[in-house]
């Protein structure tokens, strides 16, 4: 990226600045989600919607809708040896917590759809949400008290309880039903990225496997 005042350029994943006037410089991260727009919706029903720009639509400067499928046959270029222990474009859930990162690939992780984990000693969780596409990471523990979680089986709604209370809880991380109920878990950023990319700027990460933590 590069911004218009100094003409410096800016590393996309880690916000800092990599060449120009204001190089060595790091932005803010912000917290971010990457949900449908249908869960965002039922979420936020007043929430605002960007209008594409009808000239760049015109120009068919947007990216197309198939994308994805089209980056899998471009060659992988990096100037990091690349670890080969998942293929470079394979689709992670990347999570990073007190210096320690880790890696979900997003097919363990659809076929598990809860993870429970422990990162950097902080207990975890990774979960598939109700449209069965969008995946959110919580910290499971309140007030120091650490919680295991499961999704509620026999219902064709999401919901999650846990193992210290058996209070209900939804896809935002705020209980809903029993005695924690209105209590709200930490929500953790994750990115989806391409494992290449993911172990460039977190070379130390750790790989989940399916059924292991």
């Known amino acids: 990226?590069?911004?218009?005042?100094?003409?410096?350029?800016?590393?996309?994943?880690?916000?800092?600045?990599?060449?120009?006037?204001?190089?060595?410089?790091?932005?803010?991260?912000?917290?971010?989600?990457?949900?449908?727009?249908?869960?965002?919706?039922?979420?936020?029903?007043?929430?605002?919607?960007?209008?594409?720009?009808?000239?760049?639509?015109?120009?068919?400067?947007?990216?197309?809708?198939?994308?994805?499928?089209?980056?899998?046959?471009?060659?992988?270029?990096t100037s990091a040896v690349v670890d080969k222990s998942l293929t470079p474009r394979t689709l992670v859930i990347g999570v990073a917590v007190s210096n320690s990162a880790k890696a979900y690939p997003v097919d363990a992780v659809f076929k598990q759809r809860l993870i429970l984990d422990d990162l950097g000693g902080v207990p975890i969780f990774v979960v598939v949400g109700p449209d069965n596409r969008s995946v959110r990471a919580f910290e499971r523990s309140l007030d120091a008290d650490k919680m295991d979680f499961f999704l509620k089986p026999n219902t064709d709604s999401f919901t999650l309880f846990d193992d210290k209370t058996g209070s209900e809880w939804d896809f935002t991380g705020r209980a809903t039903k029993g005695p924690l109920s209105g209590r709200q878990l930490k929500q953790i950023s994750i990115l989806n990225d391409y494992w290449f990319d993911w172990i460039t700027y977190h070379p130390q990460t750790s790989i989940y496997t399916l059924g292991n933590r």
Not at 2 to 29: F, N
Not at 49 to 74: G, H, Q, S
């Open 1 to 77: 990226m590069r911004d218009e005042e100094t003409g410096s350029w800016w590393q996309q994943v880690t916000g800092e600045a990599i060449q120009g006037p204001l190089k060595g410089q790091q932005l803010r991260a912000v917290h971010h989600d990457e949900l449908t727009f249908g869960l965002w919706k039922q979420e936020k029903p007043a929430g605002r919607v960007l209008r594409p720009d009808e000239r760049i639509a015109k120009a068919n400067d947007y990216v197309p809708a198939n994308w994805e499928e089209r980056m899998t046959k471009v060659p992988v270029t």
